[in-house]
Structure formats: C-alpha cells, structure tokens
C-alpha cells in the first residue's frame, strides 16, 4: 500500500520514485501494443511465408486479441491474491516466452497457437501496470499517471508499422518476434529492482464460476464478431453459433455478478455515475478510432500505392499531435476535470475523420498527414482523460478491478470497432464489384499495363470512395460519442481516498 504521506509528497508533478516505477511499467506496456502494430505490417509476409490466406493469417492478430480478453478479467482478483510485482513479472515472462516461440514457428497454426501464448501475457500488462501506477501516485495524480501510461499508446501507432517493415525488409519477420527478447529482460530485471515488495492480502475468495462464464463468453463473442469479415456475413453459422453462446454466457455472469459479493468483475462500480459515463463515452471512442485506425495504412498501400514502410511513416502525425496535447492534458485534468478536455478532443477527430470522408485516389499526401496530425491532438485529449474519469473516483480497494473493467471496455471495443470497419470496407468494395487484392494488383506495373486506357484510375477513384464512405461510419460514431461526453465532470473529481487517507479506517492497512 502507498502510504498517505507518499502519494501526496509533491502533489503538483510526479517525483523520483514514481517515474522509476512508470518506467517499468511503460518498458512493458510497450511490448503489448507495438507488437499488435509491428505484426499487422508483417500479415502479407506471413501468407507469402507460410502460403495461406489473408483471411488464415489474420488469426495472427485476431488470436492474440482473443487471449487478452480471456486472461484480463482474472488479472483483478490475481493482482489481489498474488501481488502486483510477482503477477507483473509473470506476464512479462509468458509474453517474452510467447514472443520467442513466434519467432520459431514453423506453420501458421503454430504461429497463431503461439500468439495466444503473447496475448496471455501481454493482457495482464496494461491493467496491471495501471493498478501500479495509481497506487504509486496517490489520487491527486491520476491524470498524470495516464499521461504517462499513454505514452505507449503514442509509440505503437508511431513506431510499430515503421520498426516492423524495417525489420522484414532489412532482416526477415522472425526479428518482429525476437525484438521483444532484449527489451522483456531489460523490463524484468528494472521490474525485480524498481517496483516495491508485494503484500498481498486477499481478503477474498477466487469467483470460479464467474471465470467459467465471462472468460469463454468474451472469447467466443470476440470470436464470433472477429469471423465476420472472413465469412462475409453476419448470417453465418459460424458467426451466429459462437457470438450467441458468448452473448449468452456474459448475460449469465452479469446476473451472477450482480448476486455475489466478490465477483470477477465487480459490476457493482456501475453505481459510480462518473466510471459508468467513462465506459459509455470509452466504448463508443474505441469502436469508431480504432476501427478507423485500422483503414489507413490500408488506404495509403492500397490506394496510394505507398510501400509498408512508407505507410508507417505517413502515419507518424497522427502519434506527434497525440504527444503534444496528451501531457498538457493529464496535468489539466487533475484540475478541471475531464470533461472539458475530451470535449475539446472530439471535435478535433471530427475535423481529422472529416477529411478522410472526402479521400480520392490521389488525394494530396500534405492534407491527409495534415488530418492525422490534428486527429492525434484529439486523441491525446481523449483517451487518457477518460481513463482518469473512470479510475480517479475510485477507493484503493477498487483500482485493480476498475482498471480490469476499462480493459476490457477497451479489448471488446477495440475488436468490434475492427470487424465493424472490416465489414464496412469489404461490403463497400464488392458493391463496386472489388476486392483488397484487385485494387492493390493495380500498382504492380506488369498488371496495370494490361488493362484497358483508364482502367487503374477508375479502380482507384472506386476504392476511394469505398474508404470514404467507410471513414464516414467512423465519423458518426465519434459525433455520438459527445452525447455522453457532455455528461463527463467539467471540475476536479472528489476522490473517496483522500478522504480514506485521514480516516481511522486506515489503521487497518
């Protein structure tokens, strides 16, 4: 437990201690989301490798997903059982071990078996090292705590894409696996020196049948969603038969969870007005930004015509304007509230998705990093601050299952956004008589010199506007994110640990 007088030393920045902590935690946070980023570049390479499908390799992706979901509703109740530190470092092994058995697959059923060996790990990272840093900074900091969480989130979307096409380009696609080597042991060694002792005092008994019915149930439903740009349809079996079991098994838990005093997810914080608004205004910010995230690399190699590398590095705004606004955010929102500043982010997205609406097939490369640079100021003022909103109003004894809760908001959220998108951009192509491969094969200049005078641009000029139209999605699912954004606090939160910090109850930590 941090004592009273530690998270309050210098209540106005973030002191020594603190930032040592923040440093382990972001070495493996890091890990998690560049590795989504790194290996969404390597996809191609992975059918090419192992003569596949897209559709086979994207299980890549898709299976590293699923094991978040599963592993991050226990990751709460271990965090409280085992203690932070010994589950901190435990994940970094299974994803470092996950890591290096990708590196060594030999088909693409064991790469995929391997990536959810990755995810498990890498699921318990994000909420765990959350739970750390909050009760490392003390409630008056929270703001700046995921300030500094974020800068993860800034370096994927950056780094991920350009480290992973320099690597398969200069080296070969085992690199993108084996990278996570050297980094997991600096991240193992600084989390054994750096990160206090545990004292672990589980006060409650593991829900067991809560775990045998969200854990399946997110996983089959994520499962479900996942399949649709696969199959084509939402009316597949395949579809239908998973996603209504999962469907199914999370109701089950809700009413389980609702009846028990100690469930898996502690549903009982939905009584909280401001969390219950953040996961409302998170899910809906998630859906729209991050399945649109996964349109724009795919817009400038296909459309475009750009390389992999390339496409990274056309990327880059959008994580610059991100790190300009999201460390002035976390200190503002320690002092106005959250509120006004994802009121100021949205609109900003609005604008950058704005002009992505509009793309044409040669659509002017300064006007469209222009539109991603002013998006990412938008992000940097939204997805931290809601973050904040959800975990400031938190007792301690509530941090690690409120930080539980958001990541799952954020996973279930993050894969329907992408199926979502997926299914848009797919049905837009084929009412044009399309497909991915068709318009990509247009920049292969053996291709493009059998086809008919005009042919080319017209592909392109029709794949444009399938991606406009797809953005446009996008676009109205930010618009009505403001509908619950407007009930976020526009002053400083109340935080029930300040005052827990001077009442007799304290005495018994």
Request: a neutral charge; charged letters at 10%.
């Amino acid at each position: 437990m941090t004592s009273p007088t530690a998270a309050n030393a210098a209540p106005d920045k973030l002191d020594g201690t603190v930032l040592k902590i923040a440093s382990v935690v972001v070495l493996g946070a890091i890990m998690s989301i560049l590795d989504v980023t790194v290996v969404s570049v390597a996809l191609p390479t992975f059918a090419t490798e192992f003569d596949t499908t897209y559709a086979t390799v994207a299980w890549t992706m898709t299976a590293y997903t699923l094991a978040l979901a599963t592993v991050i509703p226990v990751t709460g109740w271990a965090a409280d059982r085992f203690g932070t530190k010994r589950l901190y470092m435990t994940a970094l092994v299974l994803f470092v071990l996950g890591s290096v058995l990708c590196s060594f697959a030999w088909d693409i059923t064991s790469l995929i078996g391997f990536r959810v060996l990755q995810g498990l790990g890498g699921g318990m990272l994000m909420p765990l090292g959350m739970t750390i840093m909050t009760k490392a900074a003390g409630p008056d900091r929270v703001g700046r705590v995921m300030a500094v969480l974020g800068i993860p989130m800034l370096l994927g979307p950056i780094g991920g894409p350009i480290l992973g096409g320099w690597l398969i380009e200069a080296a070969s696609w085992h690199w993108i696996f084996l990278i996570n080597l050297p980094i997991g042991i600096i991240a193992l060694a600084a989390a054994f020196i750096i990160l206090p002792s545990d004292n672990a005092s589980p006060s409650e008994s593991f829900d067991f049948l809560g775990m045998l019915l969200l854990s399946p149930g997110l996983a089959l439903f994520l499962f479900g969603v996942s399949s649709i740009p696969e199959v084509g349809t939402v009316a597949s079996a395949r579809v239908l038969v998973s996603g209504a079991i999962g469907l199914a098994l999370i109701v089950a838990f809700v009413f389980h969870a609702l009846r028990k005093d100690h469930p898996l997810i502690d549903l009982h914080l939905f009584k909280n007005r401001q969390l219950s608004v953040a996961v409302i205004t998170t899910s809906l910010f998630i859906v729209a930004f991050m399945g649109a995230g996964l349109l724009f690399p795919s817009y400038f190699i296909q459309v475009g015509g750009h390389t992999t590398l390339a496409a990274g590095l056309l990327m880059a705004p959008q994580g610059i304007g991100a790190m300009l606004t999201m460390p002035v955010a976390g200190r503002l929102v320690d002092k106005i509230g959250p509120g006004k500043i994802v009121l100021t982010g949205l609109p900003l997205i609005l604008i950058g998705l704005g002009v992505f609406t509009q793309v044409a097939s040669d659509s002017p490369t300064w006007l469209l990093m222009g539109a991603l640079f002013v998006m990412g100021m938008g992000m940097g003022c939204t997805m931290m601050p809601l973050m904040t909103a959800a975990i400031v109003t938190l007792s301690n004894e509530q941090v690690a299952r409120g930080s539980t809760l958001m990541n799952i908001v954020q996973q279930t959220a993050g894969s329907i956004g992408t199926a979502v998108m997926s299914v848009v951009l797919t049905n837009q192509l084929l009412d044009r008589g399309l497909d991915s491969q068709t318009v990509a094969m247009q920049h292969v200049p053996e291709v493009a010199a059998q086809e008919p005078p005009g042919m080319v641009d017209q592909v392109l000029s029709q794949a444009a506007d399938a991606f406009g139209n797809t953005f446009l999605v996008a676009t109205v699912l930010i618009a009505l994110t403001l509908i619950p954004a407007f009930m976020l606090p526009r002053k400083k939160s109340v935080n029930p640990r300040l005052e827990a910090e001077d009442a007799p109850t304290v005495m018994m930590h």
